[in-house]
């Protein structure tokens, strides 16, 4: 999409590292820097961890596929060659969530910023050199950023003087050391918009009116919503699993239930406050942790993961007709 903002991840395969040297983040960061020159992104922020990388920037031009493309599959040539290995280096394409306007902006860079944090592999975003944090602190290291970094942008929008603005900026990343904040990107609708209610249905409109392309998989799942219903009957279906079932918290291993949850979730306008009064009265923090735990198996257990995406699939086939009489 043209003047698009997404918030974007690649993953290792199951989960394996990306990078295991220096030399292999510095050709990382080479990479991203010609690729995002060429492409003219404005990329707000970013961070290489060990098994993935995330960035949150904007195409002037609709080429972030084209663009990802070059940068994992360039990186994946030379990382493959260094260690003598074959085989795929990413866990399938590219993660996007399009993303509203630029006030997502702080929370999205703050959450990226805190990944080593989060991992442990940092005490303070500062120390960690593989992101762009320290532009957002410090001066000296701004100066001397790429020129596709903008910085600025997501700076200024709390205050025009930037010694104010990075202040701000640092107490608020500190807040979230203090007090882990929910991701931002869980507030995403099925997984794919970042935005209001209004916008997010223009947003199908316009993909709904566009031609399949079959080199964007979700574009169907983007375009319509497959009814709560169909979902909710694949799943019982599949697990041949009745209404109730879906409701039992304290079953162990109840994957019929947190398939439910997560499909419903991914696939929908649901928001966790309903699936959790929906799915057995539980907390907010409850349902949560269960997408949370669904999530991160997808990337350690193949065989989920070829669950849910075949459920996926049969969930986002024409929608069922219900026949009268």
């Given at each position: 999409?043209?003047?698009?903002?997404?918030?974007?991840?690649?993953?290792?395969?199951?989960?394996?590292?990306?990078?295991?040297?220096?030399?292999?983040?510095?050709?990382?960061?080479?990479?991203?820097?010609?690729?995002?020159?060429?492409?003219?992104?404005?990329?707000?922020?970013?961070?290489?961890?060990?098994?993935?990388?995330?960035?949150?920037?904007?195409?002037?031009?609709?080429?972030?596929?084209?663009?990802?493309?070059?940068?994992?599959?360039?990186?994946?040539?030379?990382?493959?060659?260094?260690?003598?290995?074959?085989?795929?280096?990413?866990?399938?394409?590219?993660?996007?969530?399009?993303?509203?306007?630029q006030s997502h902006a702080w929370e999205l860079s703050r959450y990226i910023h805190l990944n080593p944090v989060r991992a442990k592999m940092a005490p303070l975003p500062e120390q960690y050199r593989w992101s762009s944090d320290s532009a957002y602190r410090f001066a000296r290291d701004a100066a001397g950023a790429a020129a596709w970094l903008d910085w600025e942008t997501v700076l200024r929008e709390h205050s025009k003087d930037l010694r104010n603005a990075r202040r701000a900026y640092q107490r608020f990343v500190e807040a979230g050391i203090a007090e882990p904040p929910i991701s931002p990107v869980k507030s995403a609708v099925g997984g794919l918009f970042l935005g209001r209610s209004s916008w997010v249905e223009q947003m199908r409109k316009e993909l709904a009116e566009e031609p399949e392309d079959a080199k964007v998989p979700q574009r169907r799942r983007l375009a319509w919503r497959p009814a709560e219903a169909d979902i909710l009957r694949v799943v019982q279906d599949h697990f041949g699993a009745g209404p109730r079932d879906l409701k039992q918290i304290r079953r162990h291993g109840n994957d019929a239930r947190v398939?439910?949850?997560?499909?419903?979730?991914?696939?929908?306008?649901?928001?966790?406050?309903?699936?959790?009064?929906?799915?057995?009265?539980?907390?907010?923090?409850?349902i949560s942790k269960l997408l949370s735990r669904a999530e991160s198996r997808r990337g350690e257990d193949p065989h989920w993961n070829s669950l849910l995406e075949e459920l996926e699939l049969q969930c986002q086939s024409k929608p069922r007709r219900s026949k009268k009489g």
């Open positions: 999409m043209a003047n698009g903002l997404y918030h974007v991840t690649a993953r290792g395969w199951e989960r394996g590292v990306i990078v295991d040297s220096e030399r292999d983040r510095e050709d990382w960061l080479r990479l991203l820097d010609r690729v995002a020159a060429r492409s003219s992104w404005r990329v707000f922020s970013w961070v290489l961890m060990s098994n993935h990388f995330h960035l949150l920037l904007r195409t002037p031009e609709p080429n972030l596929s084209a663009g990802m493309h070059d940068l994992n599959s360039g990186y994946a040539s030379l990382f493959n060659r260094r260690y003598r290995r074959s085989g795929s280096l990413f866990q399938g394409r590219f993660k996007a969530i399009l993303v509203e306007d398939a439910a949850v997560y499909l419903l979730r991914r696939l929908t306008d649901k928001k966790v406050t309903t699936l959790a009064q929906q799915f057995g009265g539980v907390s907010v923090a409850a």
